[in-house]
């Protein structure tokens, strides 16, 4: 089952750290949260399985790349 572990402010960070967390062999994926447009306004959920959630959720906070 997919677990949304954090709401990205856009696309291009959404997919940052969907590529961060696949680099460190963790299945991501995302999907906008609420109205986003075509050029990836709006905030888009980082989606994991519910197993690595935690894992997943350890590595985006010792990564510095949330800006």
Do not use: F
């Amino acid at each position: 089952m997919w677990t949304a572990i954090y709401i990205a402010s856009n696309r291009a960070q959404a997919e940052m750290l969907k590529n961060l967390l696949c680099d460190e062999g963790i299945l991501a994926n995302m999907r906008p949260a609420g109205v986003a447009s075509a050029q990836g306004d709006g905030m888009y959920e980082i989606l994991v399985l519910e197993s690595e959630a935690d894992e997943a959720h350890a590595i985006i906070c010792q990564n510095a790349v949330i800006k």
